[in-house]
């Protein structure tokens, strides 16, 4: 969608303490060309009217009595910024939307959202990785819910699913990312510039586009599929964890990080391998494989035009407390340095705290720009931290952009002891005020699903957010 916006900057962030996601939303997007490539093309205005909207899933909550059958929610922003009041709670017994809430499908466990039909109003992506089909138990699927003037509905959802190879826990769905990885033309790349669907499950890698015609939204599977197996490092196996798209080589396509984690006898060792995207599917090249994970969030840190990654490091070999490394974009067609830029722990200067065993700061990473300088600040989880007398209550630091990457600058930690964060539970959405000089405790509040009308008992609201 192409988004307008006022000359200064106005920002929010979101902050989930514990429950799984860390994620900055601005409250209007700045106009951008679609489709999406890079970070700055954030298609999330589902209704169309300029300002962007945020998706929220809450794949534990109970949905009909059947437990950890989870929902997603939409919150539509306005000028006024991100309210609780205008939204739309969309579940499996939603009339419309294919299937029915059943115990464990963990719908909204992953979320991501970009125009799959080319219509200008942005799609949404829902993955429900705990789903059964033809009686096998966590196979997974998805399912699409197209936007329109009056935003989201369940009335003309679309149905996603491996249907070359059902699987009992495959997990399809598990992590999902909507972006321009190729064209759905080789031939002819530029006719029809659609985003395209990255589908996880535990070992592969799936690719689906919305075929022309036929209003657009015939989802089908493409001919690329990639098997964990691929991305193992020597003499372990491997298992899919996580995707961020960024454009890492200043091309006109999306490329992809995929991010999992080492399985046997060397088991939770970290790994990230970068995807290029191409014209053709089948062309996507090797960007090169870097250390650590599995959280990683892309963003151009230095300003450069080009975006960069940033890769947590809390798997088995990470440093005590876990830590970031930021892997800087050449600046040509070759992508992402193969050294990290820099590397960060709670013991680096001026970090706020101290490293301790079982942090896992690092877990969760998101980024948007805070303070209005053109540059995406970083939003770092750690939800093992100890907060007071409170074991593994959690917290989120922000470390602010600069033209070097990250700078210890202004840097600032919150959690829920600090007198102007409100509640003590989990589950909950934060919304923090943006500033010139970043973000600001005062000022801050927060909902969960109750006050949007939906469940709230152990929903596990805020584990996934697209913003």
Sequence with gaps: MRHTRSAVVTAAVLLVLGGGAVVTAPAAEAAVPFPSIGWQQRNCDFDGDGYDDVLTGAPGATVGGAARAGYVSVQYSSSGGLS???RTVLHQNVSGVPGGAESGDGFGRAVASGDLDDDGYDDVVVGIPGEDLAGLSDTGAATVFWGSPDGLRGTDSTWLENGDALRAGAHFGRAIEAARYFAPDPA???ADPRDSIAVLEDDALLFFTASPGEAGRRVTMSHLSVEARDFAPAGTGFAFRGLSHGNYNEDPWADLAVSGVTTGERAGTGSVRVLHGAPDVEDMGDGGTFPGGPAIVSGDWDGTGQDDLVVGDTGTGSPKGGGIALY???GDLSGLEPEPAQYWTQ?????????ETGDQWGADLSAGDTDGDGHPDLAVGAPGEDVGSVSDAGAV???RGDRGGLTHVGAKSFDQ???DIPGVNDGFVWVLPASSSGLTAAGTWNYGGARLGAPAADA???AAIDE
């Design 84 to 86: 609780t009041t205008r």
């Design 188 to 190: 002819r790349p530029d």
């Design 328 to 330: 800087l974009g050449r």
């Design 347 to 355: 013991d680096s200067v001026g970090v706020p705290g101290v490293a």
């Design 397 to 399: 630091w922000v470390l």
């Design 417 to 419: 002891q600090h007198a």
């Design 460 to 462: 596990r609201f805020g």
